[in-house]
């Protein structure tokens, strides 16, 4: 579920330290978000069918299963916004939570300014208005900004807030070089300027989903040195 803007946003905190998820509501409270807590990965599984959050913050560190494991089970089902939040900002880790299907990753400790900002800026990649032209084809490739939906063969594709704002921008500018550090800016914002480790595991997931042969796209290719393009033809 994704709120209206006339709706309350609904965060899902998953974090089994009582006192750093009590920080995190009031945080959330105070900027206008309901929030619900748990404190492990399997009341987190079974709660986002039930509540249907805007958003999840996750904790890796779990006292019953790894956070990874709670990551991968919900995107079985939903591609609902998930910000993983872990106690180690080791690079493996992090690529390992975007790998899984992480929309962003935050290594603790963070400021609570910079937690709200993450927040509102992957929930503003959904709530976004579309521009006039709501429907951008490239060759077999098609989306519908409106709908926010993605069809490749015929096929719907299933993606993330993050591979829709990459797919969006790549289709919106098919035919052109886009650079690593202009992605980064339009997907991320800047606070992952010059972290290209993060858009290649993004643009890795993409790949699977559009291309037939992901070692040797024809809709997302490697300029190297400079960044991606995606061929009109």
């Given at each position: 579920?994704?709120?209206?803007?006339?709706?309350?946003?609904?965060?899902?905190?998953?974090?089994?330290?009582?006192?750093?998820?009590?920080?995190?509501?009031?945080?959330?409270?105070?900027?206008?978000?309901?929030?619900?807590?748990?404190?492990?990965?399997?009341?987190?599984?079974?709660?986002?069918?039930?509540?249907?959050?805007?958003?999840?913050?996750?904790?890796?560190?779990?006292?019953?299963?790894?956070?990874?494991?709670?990551?991968?089970?919900?995107?079985?089902t939903s591609f609902l916004p998930m910000i993983v939040i872990s106690g180690l900002s080791d690079q493996r880790q992090k690529i390992a939570a975007l790998e899984a299907g992480a929309d962003d990753f935050l290594a603790k400790p963070f400021s609570s300014d910079?937690?709200?900002?993450?927040?509102?800026?992957?929930?503003?990649?959904?709530?976004?208005?579309?521009?006039?032209?709501?429907?951008?084809?490239?060759?077999?490739?098609?989306?519908?900004?409106?709908?926010?939906?993605?069809?490749?063969?015929?096929?719907?594709?299933?993606?993330?807030?993050?591979?829709?704002?990459?797919?969006?921008?790549?289709?919106?500018?098919?035919?052109?070089?886009?650079?690593?550090?202009?992605?980064?800016?339009?997907?991320?914002?800047?606070?992952?300027?010059?972290?290209?480790?993060?858009?290649?595991?993004?643009?890795?997931?993409?790949?699977?989903?559009?291309?037939?042969?992901?070692?040797?796209?024809?809709?997302?290719?490697?300029?190297?040195?400079?960044?991606?393009?995606?061929?009109?033809?």
């Open positions: 579920m994704v709120a209206t803007q006339s709706e309350t946003q609904n965060i899902l905190i998953v974090e089994d330290d009582h006192d750093a998820a009590q920080i995190m509501a009031s945080v959330m409270r105070d900027a206008g978000f309901t929030t619900e807590a748990v404190m492990n990965g399997n009341a987190a599984i079974d709660r986002v069918p039930i509540d249907q959050p805007d958003l999840v913050l996750l904790d890796l560190d779990l006292p019953d299963i790894n956070g990874l494991q709670v990551l991968k089970s919900v995107r079985e910079e937690l709200l900002a993450r927040v509102r800026a992957l929930l503003r990649r959904i709530d976004w208005t579309p521009e006039p032209r709501t429907n951008l084809r490239v060759r077999r490739l098609e989306l519908d900004l409106p709908l926010r939906q993605a069809i490749i063969r015929g096929k719907r594709l299933h993606l993330t807030p993050i591979e829709y704002g990459l797919l969006t921008i790549l289709m919106r500018r098919a035919g052109e070089i886009i650079t690593h550090d202009e992605l980064l800016l339009a997907v991320w914002g800047d606070n992952y300027q010059g972290d290209y480790s993060v858009l290649r595991v993004n643009i890795s997931r993409l790949r699977q989903k559009l291309e037939q042969n992901p070692r040797r796209p024809e809709y997302i290719v490697t300029v190297a040195g400079h960044g991606y393009t995606m061929p009109m033809e």
